[in-house]
């Protein structure tokens, strides 16, 4: 019997909730440049590595337009959008797309893995009847994974669907958020970090001055292996140095 095509979508989004002076430092930090590309062609590119993604798209207000016509989008969609919330960006974006999974993705991290995105993927996959896939530390349960920055989190169409007739759309936290804060209402599955990640000390988003300067270190360090085994060897390194 045949079934159907499992249309899988990155979802970059470049606004925030919070004020406009968030907003704006968010989209200045994802179109700052690291060793000649933007944080957001950085992010792109990882993602374009992943073997089971078939759409990046980017979204922000119809504003941002200007400033990402100066960025390589590479293979990544640009649509833009009107509407004020994250879940609300994500719900427009399923629908016009016919997304059945959505993974959401950090354009301040550079390292975003492709492996760990795929093990993400397949993960949602294999398991349809899920709302919500993420990664997770059993030793540390409040281990940071927006810090950590290199994995996505996922979550179905359906997911979406329970947010609009619930009137959680409105909410102003980025929806794996709302998803946590709402556990009862969605089936979630959990995949086990691999324990080299577990580590506190490691941080590959990028916010502050000291995590650029970091993620300088991590580029002269690995060279062309910017996996998350060699980096968490070169981050763990340069802990064990200080």
């Given at each position: 019997m045949a079934t159907s095509p499992r249309?899988?979508?990155?979802?970059?989004?470049?606004?925030?909730?919070?004020?406009?002076a968030n907003e704006t430092?968010?989209?200045?930090?994802?179109?700052?440049?690291?060793?000649?590309?933007?944080?957001?062609?950085?992010?792109?590119?990882?993602?374009?590595?992943?073997?089971?993604?078939?759409?990046?798209?980017?979204?922000?207000?119809?504003?941002?337009?200007?400033?990402i016509s100066q960025t390589g989008l590479c293979n990544a969609r640009w649509m833009p959008s009107a509407l004020s919330t994250p879940s609300q960006r994500a719900y427009e974006v399923m629908e016009r797309?016919?997304?059945?999974?959505i993974v959401f993705a950090s354009p301040l991290c550079p390292f975003t893995d492709p492996a760990l995105i795929d093990r993400l993927v397949s993960r949602g996959w294999a398991n349809p009847t899920m709302d919500f896939i993420g990664f997770i530390s059993p030793k540390h349960p409040s281990f940071s994974l927006q810090s950590l920055g290199?994995?996505?989190?996922?979550?179905?169409?359906?997911?979406?669907?329970?947010?609009?007739?619930?009137?959680?759309?409105?909410e102003t936290c980025d929806v794996p958020d709302v998803i946590?804060?709402?556990?009862?209402?969605?089936?979630t599955k959990w995949i086990p970090l691999p324990e080299e990640l577990t580590h506190a000390s490691l941080r590959f988003q990028l916010k502050t001055e000291a995590d650029w300067d970091r993620a300088h270190s991590f580029l002269e360090a690995a060279g062309d292996d910017l996996s998350w085994q060699r980096l968490a060897q070169v981050a763990e390194r340069n802990f064990s140095a200080t």
């Open positions: 249309q899988t979508v990155a979802l970059i989004d470049l606004a925030v909730t919070g004020g406009k430092a968010r989209i200045d930090s994802a179109l700052r440049r690291l060793d000649g590309l933007t944080l957001l062609e950085w992010c792109i590119r990882r993602l374009s590595e992943s073997t089971l993604i078939e759409t990046i798209v980017v979204t922000g207000p119809p504003q941002y337009r200007g400033l797309l016919m997304a059945d999974w290199l994995v996505g989190e996922m979550c179905s169409a359906k997911a979406l669907v329970k947010l609009e007739q619930e009137k959680l759309l409105m946590r804060r709402n556990p009862s209402m969605f089936q």
